[in-house]
């Protein structure tokens, strides 16, 4: 039994006990486990060389590749924090990431550092690595005071187990070492990085690798951004057990299908706009045969889509999960409880323990809305360079402080709104920043929307609260559907299962509704259109 301190020696044992097996895929590209591991080792000499050492960030500004995966593992290698940036950002998100997180170093491509160059002026860039640069001297222009240097080869068919000058056994740091920032976007202001230890990062691969069932046999879709944190734990968790990890960068809904296919692959996870473009896919019938399951997480699945992914892949499991960054995972439902509870988010995944809090900390009965606050070896470290909103987030929960610790252990209180019933399945019923307060009535947005999703009249729905000097806030419904939608139609099939102070008074349907970096649903955008689009309405 070897013991796993740090993302990169998961790895370095699966190069030792699996070293042909493959380990990653991308494009017309795979590397075994002894291949990548050798190009990770290079990728932390490399960095080690160019003077990172523990604690210093390095970002990542790539789309799915080899080298995006070898930067992130060499940075651990070499002691260092990687920041993965999504790389649908653009130049001022960009380096808002570079500058909020101190990276020295930047690891990119030529196009991309051309479009985000002039950006990155006083970001504090020492050194730009293109994985690109051109060995015939073509020109490449650089930030003013930045040092353009090449990558170094992703994959090395020579590659052995222990060869090199940092081999498997290299020491580590503790592993509540920092190991990565991850920026998440909030309802207001710029994203705000959070800080993950290698304790998170192996806990929570280890955890959510068992509660999937996850062995070396597995083939894992990675399709969501490496900047996300179920994105990311597409690797880790693959790295975890040994199984093929599989990047996907997709132009077409129906290219995900074709990698499915062509790969065997047998687990997914995505978000629900996704699930929604896949659920419309003709697939292959090899590509519907080999996926043992399909996990959902970044937002409640509706009973429709759930039941639609289920005709299509019958002999799939579908795991609902919710998470958030600050707790990199937090619960599950158990794929023999979906028939029985299909509103429920599961409880709490191993390793981890999901309470339900009134404000003052004292617990919630059974069906009382209350905040769930996550506790346990999965909690982050807290924000980084934000010690007031750290602060607020994480601390202690009273009556949980054991009298031998030195310094009381923090939870993460998550700002969502949910409800245990008596056998301890929790259920969403929103973030408490996106509640709306109507006719004196508290109303969840997602049972809003669950509403309209169900009469399978739309695809897609946003509900939102806006001001109303008689209600105090109105409720908005904003939709998205194949076909155009008939609002009066779709209100009265909503009203058969909401009662009247929950209808919308309002129906906006879009061609589109807009989507984050990281594929959800992009609520703020939404709330600031029909909050422009309100303020230019005249009364009559």
């Known amino acids: 039994m070897i013991l796993v301190t740090a993302i990169h020696q998961l790895l370095a044992h699966q190069a030792r006990i699996r070293p042909d097996a493959p380990a990653l895929s991308s494009r017309s590209t795979t590397l075994t486990y002894a291949q990548l591991w050798h190009a990770v080792r290079q990728a932390g000499a490399h960095l080690a ?3 990172v050492a523990r604690h210093d960030r390095v970002a990542v500004y790539l789309e799915k590749r080899v080298e995006t995966v070898a930067a992130l593992w060499g940075t651990a290698v070499a002691g260092g924090v990687f920041v993965p940036v999504n790389p649908l950002l653009k130049g001022k998100q960009v380096a808002h990431v570079v500058r909020d997180s101190g990276a020295r170093v930047l690891v990119t491509s030529r196009g991309r550092l051309a479009a985000v160059r002039d950006q990155l002026g006083d970001t504090g860039l020492t050194t730009v690595l ?18 353009l240097r090449p990558w170094l080869a992703a994959s090395d068919d020579g590659a052995t187990r222990d060869d090199g000058p940092l081999g498997a056994d290299l020491p580590t740091g503790p592993d509540t070492d920092i190991a990565a920032i991850l920026y998440t976007s909030g309802s207001t202001g710029a994203p705000k990085g959070v800080v993950l230890s290698h304790r998170n990062l192996v806990v929570g691969a280890t955890s959510v690798s068992g509660y999937l069932r996850n062995t070396a046999d597995d083939v894992l879709l990675a399709v969501l951004p490496l900047s996300f944190d179920a994105g990311l734990s597409q690797l880790t968790t693959a790295f975890t057990v040994g199984a093929h990890a599989v990047l ?3 132009l077409l809904p129906r290219d995900v299908a074709a990698a499915c296919e062509r790969y065997g692959v047998t687990g997914i996870t995505g978000v629900p706009p996704l699930w929604t473009q896949l659920a419309a896919v003709d697939w292959p019938p090899g590509a519907r045969q080999t996926l043992r399951y399909f996990a959902n997480t970044g937002g409640r699945m509706s009973g429709t889509l759930l039941s639609e992914l289920r005709d299509l892949f019958p002999t799939a499991a579908p795991y609902l999960m919710y998470g958030l960054t600050e707790a990199f995972r937090s619960t599950y439902l158990d794929p023999a409880q979906v028939d029985l509870r299909p509103d429920s988010i599961g409880r709490a995944i191993p390793n981890a323990e999901v309470l339900v809090l009134h404000p003052d900390g004292s617990p919630c009965a059974p069906g009382e809305p209350g905040e769930l606050v996550h506790r346990g070896s999965l909690v982050a470290l807290g924000y980084w360079n934000d010690p007031e909103r750290t602060a607020a987030r994480f601390r202690p929960v009273p009556g949980y402080d054991e009298p031998w610790r030195a310094v009381p252990e923090p939870a993460v209180w998550s700002g969502d709104t949910v409800v245990r019933d008596a056998d301890g399945y929790l259920y969403f019923v929103g973030r408490e920043d996106e509640m709306i307060k109507t006719s004196g009535y508290r109303v969840s947005p997602t049972e809003v929307e669950e509403a309209a999703l169900g009469t399978g009249l739309v695809r897609e729905a946003v509900a939102l609260g806006v001001p109303d000097a008689r ?8 939709v998205a559907a194949p076909e155009p939608v008939d609002a009066d139609r779709l209100l009265k099939e909503m009203r058969q299962s909401l009662p009247t102070f929950m209808l919308p008074t309002e129906v906006r349907p879009v061609n589109e509704l807009p989507r984050n970096p990281n594929g959800k649903l992009d609520r703020p955008t939404v709330r600031a259109q029909v909050t422009a689009q309100a303020s230019t309405e005249v009364p009559a």
Do not use: M
């Open 49 to 51: 060389g160019l003077g």
């Open 471 to 478: 209600l105090g806030q109105r409720i908005v419904l904003v």
């Open 248 to 250: 996907l960068d997709y």
């Open 130 to 147: 293109l994985v690109d640069l051109p060995d015939d001297g073509e020109p490449t222009a650089a930030p003013e005071g930045v040092a």
